[in-house]
Nanobody, 123 residues
Framework: QVQLVESGGGLVQPGGSLRLSCEAS????????VGWFRQAPGKEREGVAC????????YRLDSVKGRFTISGDNAKNTVYLQMNSLEPEDPAVYYC????????????????WGQGTQVTVSS
């Protein structure tokens, strides 16, 4: 069965970096696309980035372009979200999700979700 396990969250100062990992099982990265979403308290869940299973192309939310990078390692069946220059607007629970063939920002299209990892930005 499809499973996703996130790791790498934590507390970082503004301007700092974190790398989130999403270890996938039950499918391969060349089958389903994988997205990263985040949800802060009282806010809607929003799509942050996605990597396509078809051609490896990526999507990123405008506010994270130039700061966040999504990548996949097929050998490890793991998707990463490298987050640099973290800002006070970035704290949230970050989730990886899959079950789609094409990347999209609508969270309800994704059928499988990890448990989430907390990212906190504070001085």
């Amino acid at each position: 069965q499809v499973q996703l396990v996130e790791s790498g969250g934590g507390l970082v100062q503004p301007g700092g970096s974190l790398r989130l990992s999403c270890e996938a099982s039950g499918f391969t990265l060349d089958y389903y696309s994988v997205g990263w979403f985040r949800q802060a308290p009282g806010k809607e869940r929003e799509g942050v980035a996605c990597i396509s299973s078809r051609d490896g192309s990526v999507y990123r939310l405008d506010s994270v372009k130039g700061r966040f990078t999504i990548s996949g390692d097929n050998a490890k069946n793991t998707v990463y979200l490298q987050m640099n220059s973290l800002e006070p607007e970035d704290p949230a629970v970050y989730y990886c999700a899959t079950g789609v063939f094409r990347c999209g920002v609508s969270w309800y299209r994704y059928n499988f979700w990890g448990q989430g990892t907390q990212v906190t930005v504070s001085s």
